[in-house]
Structure formats: C-alpha cells, structure tokens
C-alpha cells in the first residue's frame, strides 16, 4: 500500500465517504491484498483483492460513519485522515432538547413551561373567586 486518503473530512453522521487508497504490486507475479480499514482503532470493514504484477491502482472504499465526534480513519497502518461528523442542527432539532445546544436552551424551555403553569394556575384562581 502506498498511500490512503478521504474523499471528505466534514461529514453528517450516517453519510456515506470514499476511503482512498493506492495500492502497488511490485513484485513479478499477482499477488493478494488485505485491506484493513479501522475507525478510532477499532477494525470496521476487511478487504481482499488480487492485483496483478508491477501494477499500481487507487481503490475507492465505501464507508458510512455512524457516530457524531471527530474519527481518525486508518487503511492497515496507513492514517487516511480524520473526519468530523457533526449532525445537522436543522436535522437535529432533539439536539437542542439533549442538550446539543448548550444549557441555555434547555433553561428556556423549562422557563416557558413555569410562565405557562402560572398563568394556568392564577387563572383558575380567578375563576374560583368570581363564583
């Protein structure tokens, strides 16, 4: 193996990327390739492909990263890159409410929903005292 590389380093959870990776055969017959592709250390998908003798070719590996963070993509010991998954915050509208969106948010929420108790409350105080 010669070199590997992203097709893109800013993703979407679930999108899919292309893990590139050149491949040379050097030797005077085909020989068998092994392809290791790890996620943060963690093996994801292996490989075989049979190239044929004193021949380079690039590979284009599909691979879909699942969870949000930044990944560092490794073919064997080769490091591809690291690509950062963040979720879209017009997709992620829950975000906000886990907590994605900072605490202030959440605090607003919770705001709103003592206003709204409230006012429930003291108007049916007022229609107890006008009966």
């Known amino acids: 193996m010669v070199d590997a590389s992203l097709s893109q380093y800013e993703v979407t959870p679930g999108e899919e990327i292309e893990v590139v990776v050149e ?12 392809l290791e592709l ?14 044929p003798a004193n021949e380079t ?23 591809a890159g690291t690509v950062q998954a963040e979720a879209d915050e017009e997709e992620d509208a829950a975000g906000v409410l886990s907590g994605g ?20 409350g003291l108007a049916r105080h007022r229609d107890r005292g006008d009966s």
Do not use: C, W
């Not at 491949?23 to 092994?34: D, L, Y």
């Open 23 to 34: 491949v040379e055969n050097s030797a005077e017959e085909r020989g068998e390739f092994v």
């Open 38 to 51: 790890r996620n943060d250390g963690a093996l994801e998908k292996t490989e075989r492909y049979t190239l």
């Open 57 to 79: 070719t690039t590979l284009r590996v599909p691979y879909r990263v699942t969870e949000p963070g930044n990944h560092t993509i490794q073919v064997n010991r080769i490091v």
């Open 101 to 120: 969106g900072g605490a202030l948010p959440v605090f607003v929420l919770l705001l709103l929903v003592g206003i709204v108790l409230t006012l429930v």
